[in-house]
Every structure is written in structure tokens, then in C-alpha cells.
């Protein structure tokens, strides 16, 4: 049976790019990485679409998350936060862990903060150092499409704009320079279609007057001064990263490149409109507010009497196709679909035709004519 | 031209290694990986002779050091640690950035800590928390050859015993339990000859002792307590793991079995003694004191008037052999051989042979024939 993973990452990775990896190993302190490294780098540039500085780094998004954090966080430092979701609270974990002020903006899981809501937080702490937020929630499938004013608002202020893009980037809108986002991070194993593994990190120059003022080290393996002396220095990176991960990202980027940024993006917002369309002909409520509704992850409010573990265990066995559950406080009450990487119109098509089918198993009315031919209208 | 990396890491990688990553990606919350990771814990148990909990995580082996310190070693602790070597000096920069106190035992490089030094640093330091030490520093290719007794000494004293065991796990004797190492970390790297990306760590009941009694956390990626509760709940990681490494991973460990870990070690033994007699031959200097020589990782003092980054350069353009400098203070004044993973008697007969010829050519009197027989009467 065909495996289609239809995750919020790991995502289905392409044969060129399994195959990247399959080449000897090489000495990550001599010529031919250096070279490998430079490409990488100038390809996350395009991606990111950005000047800034921008590192690959051996560790889950996550790890780039507490990176990001660990460099220009310090304790007592005021960090302002929208929360919504398990990966907002996730980073203000990371933020607390090194002795960080959280303001936290509460905002309803399924909903997008407002610039509005950053502004009063802003106001009412003018000392805060940065606004640290998740771009695309993972967990609820919710974009903060007001993240373009909130950079605006944050550039003009003077206060360092830190954005977890994992699930993100590659997949929908996001201009590093052009929004002043300070920090961006990214992994490897969602829109870019490249097995995890890698975090890819972005800095601004704002971001790096932080850091050269700071008199303390919260981290030795994730200090973003040292990958910027080694990368300058000899295109290296401090400690021995995952080559293997390195050339199958090389490989993603570049299929990236032939196909195009706004191409991808394009295909990204084609395959999730697909899909929330085949789920409102299934009658499903979705979880996200409509105009924050997320191109790479879609998340969809069980219907009453659906076991999660059975609705996903049949997809998985009877049909080859890989959801997530819930996470945290939503787990068992929402599946999640990520459209993510290489995912195309016919991937679309099968999995809202296999759901259809799961839920007639589990006795629930669902038309799978209705629902494939709205994804199928939607793609006209 | 053939490639043969004789580096301290990465590893030449066998093919069936590399075949692996080839394999498609997964759901890493999902059955199929549960047991790729049962397979791996089970097996990295048998590498590192213990019942401990073991686990693979996604980072360098510097991230892997930084994790046992973060999770153990909390502001104000006192850690005695000998000094001697790049690696040992970063563990104590890693124990700092925690605001741990370092109690350093100074080793002149090429030299292996003794018992008796530990033992009198902790008759002087009795509220020591921790003895940190490398068991093999790579940078000097020294081994301490003490560390049983040391381990031995840190258990009835109730001190916590940390190793980096990061370049000799697999290629010579390490017995986790039997030593009474607490955490005990390596790479997947060096003598496994995997793809690098992955550390390897074992925690100990006392160490997990002292986790659980501690009320702050120093980092939210590095959480050995959560990796332990999301092995023990569900065979999974708390954050995405990289994949593709596991698979080489458990491919890697499947070929360790096959071949024997005495075996294998025996194999490592073998071509060490093979190099440190052609060298002796061709009338080199060696770093490392004779009773502290490495297995795996063999340090050269250049003889006067050799250029490094000649050397180097004529044994890797014309033999295709790449091999390593110095570290630190040793930069340009020692070379360093990795004798690791696959290694075999023809690796390192080739080896042997291209440095001498290539000191020829750079006008040094060297005789092949005499370090290449002496290294062949070495393996018989």
C-alpha cells in the first residue's frame, strides 16, 4: 500500500532528495563542504527572502526555537507573547527557562492575535525587549496574518521581533526583511519537503547588537555568535553538523528553486482551499477562525462520537494515510492535516475521499461524491 | 579517486548505512517508528554495556555533553574536572555557561588524568557534586585508561560521574554499569560509523535522582526527564527526531552486532597498534604519553619544517586521504588520524604508505617500506 504522510511534518520526502543522502561522507572542516554550505545558505536566503544571516542548524524547530531564545533573551528580560495554542506555550517555556518576563497575550485557540492587541501590550510595556510569536500554530492550524503590521509596529518601537515560522516557511507568504522579523526560525521537515532534523534560523543585524553587548552565555552548543565567526571565517559551522541532512536539504532547496517561491506558495494555498472546501461539503466545522485559517495546516473539529484513535488508525491501515491527532488540550477532539512540501492536487483528492469513506465506516452520513467534488472546484 | 576519511569523525559510512536514509519518511508518533526506536534503545544498550536508560538525540556531540550538564548541574555546583585537551576545556566552558564551579585538575596535553589526582580533589572539595571528564580527548588522542578506578572512586563517594565517551564508544573498552558511569555520552559519528547528527546518552538511577529532586529546568530542548516520560509512555521523543539518522542509526548498530562489540574493538586495537608502530618507524614523535595512547584517535607532532595545511592538502588531492590538525594550541603543530567505524588493516596500510611518501615529497627522508612493514607486522 502507498504510504501518503498528509502530517504537519514530517512530510513526504521527494526520491532526489532520499537520494542526496545516500552520497559518502565528507570532512565537515575541508573544501567540499564549504561549498555544500554556501549553497545551502544562499538558498535559505531566497527562501527566508532575506539579506540577514541564516544557519542550519543539527536540532528539531524546536531546538532553533530555544536558540533563538537562548541568544538574546536574558533574565528579567520582558517578553511579550501572544498564546493560542501548544507551540506558542511551548516558546513560552523556552522564554521562562532562561529566567524571561512572559506578558502574555491570551487569544483563544482557533483564533490570530491583532496587531491591535501587540500595540496595547507594547504600550503598556515599554520596556519590554521583544515580541516573541508563532507565525503559523501548528496545533490549532491558525495564521497570524496581522504579522506584517505587528513587524512594522515592532521595527518602529525598537523592540526585537522573534517568529517561530516552522510549519511555515516555503508554504505561504513571509518576507523576512521586509516585515523586520529579527529572529525567524524554521525546520527542515515541513514546507521544504526535507527530512527533520535541521532548524534554519534567521538574524537580523538589529539582532546581532543584542548579542554583541551580552556579557553571558546561555548556551555553548547553541551560540549563533559562534556560527557567524565559523560560517564568516571558514564557512563552517562551530560543532559537526548532520552532512547527510545537509545534502538532502541542498537537494530540497534546489527543487525549491526550479519549481519557484511564489509557485510553491501558490500550490500550498490551492491544495489548503481544497481542502477547507471538501470539509464544509462534509458538513465539519474547522477549528480556525476563517481569515486565519492556515495554508499548510488544517485543522478540523471532530464530529460528535468520532474516536480519534479509530478515525486515524482506519485512514492509516485501511488506506494509507497519515494524520495527526490533537495536541495538548485539543487531543481527541480535532484531527490535523498538514498540506505541506510536495503535496499535490492529487493528494488532496484521495485524502479528502479516504475521509469521507473513515467516516461512513464509523457510521457518520458523509457524501464522498460532495466532498471530492468541491476539493475538485476548488482547484478550477 | 577514492575517498578514505582516516578522520576523528565523521567516519567513512558503509553502504548499507547510507542505503538506509534512503528508506521513506515516516510518522514519528506512529507505530513504524516506535519500534525503529525500541530497536535502537535496545541496541545502544548493548554498545554501552548497561541496563541504563539510553536515548538518541538530535544534535552534535557537544549538544549531547551540554545536555547531561544542563540536566544535572544547576548554579553554584562544584564539578571537578581535569583539563587537558579542546574537548575537556569545552565541558568546563559548558559547566560555566550553567554557572556551575569548576574544580580543575590541569593535565599537560598528551597526558591521561590518574585516580590518585581525583581522588585528592575530592578530599579537598568534599561538597563537589560532579566529576566531569573525557574519556578520550580527541584533540590529543589521549584515553584515560583510569576511568574504571575513577568511576569505582566517584560511586562510593556518592559523586555523580559524567564521561564524554564521544570518540571511543565502539572502538575500545566502555562498560557504563560495571564503571559506575552516571551520564555517559557519545556520537553517533566515530567508532558506530554512522552519519553524524545524532548523540548518544545514558542516564543512571542516581542520575535520575538528582533530576528529580531539582526545581528548575536549564533547557526545554535538552530535557533527559522528558525524554525519559515520552520513551517510557509511548517509544517516542518529545520533539521530531531526524529520522533519517535513526534509520542509519539502527542500521549501524545492526552491523555492530553482527560483527561483535569485543570484536570490533579487537578490530579498532588492532589498527591503532598497526599506525603507532609505522609511525614509530618512520621516526615520528607522538603526542600521547605510551600508556595513554588512544584506540581511536592518534596524535602525530609534526616533524620540524612540515607545513600542516601542505601535508594535509598533498595526502587529500593526491591519495584522496583526508585526516586531521590540531586543535586549539596544537593548531598547526600536531596531525591527527581517526582510526574509526569501518576501519580495516588495508586502510590503514594505505594510510601509512601515502604519508610517508608525501613527507618524501616535501623533502623529508621517511622509507616507506620500513612503516609500511612495520605496520604489517603489527596485524600479525
Redesign the interface.
Known sequence: MR?L?M?P?????PDRV??A??????????PEFHKLHENIVENLKYVFQTKNDVYAL??????GV?CAIFNVIDPGDKVIMPIGGVFSE?MA??VK?VGGSVVEIPIAWGKAVKVEQVEEALNKNEDAKAVALVYNETSTGVTTRDLRKIGDLTYRRGVLLIVDAISILGGDELKVDDWHIDICVS?S?KCLAC???LALISVSERAWKVMEKRKT?????FDLLACKRFYEERKETP???????YY?LDEALRMLREEGLEKRIERHRACASALYKAFEALGLSLLADPEARSNTVIAINYPEGVDDAKFRGIL?DEYGI?I?GGMGKLRGKIFRIGSMGTVTKDDVLVTVESIALTLNKLGLKASVEDAVRAAKEAFM
Open positions: 504510504k504522510l502530517l511534518g514530517p512530510t513526504n520526502v532520499l537520494e543522502m545516500r552520497k559518502p561522507m565528507i570532512n565537515h572542516r575541508g543539527t536540532c528539531s524547530g524546536t531546538g530555544e511551548r517555556e523556552e527557562s525546520g521537515q527530512p527533520p532534523g552565555r546561555q548556551s555553548f552548543y560543532f559537526t553538523p548532520a552532512v547527510s541532512l538532502a492509516r497519515h495527526a
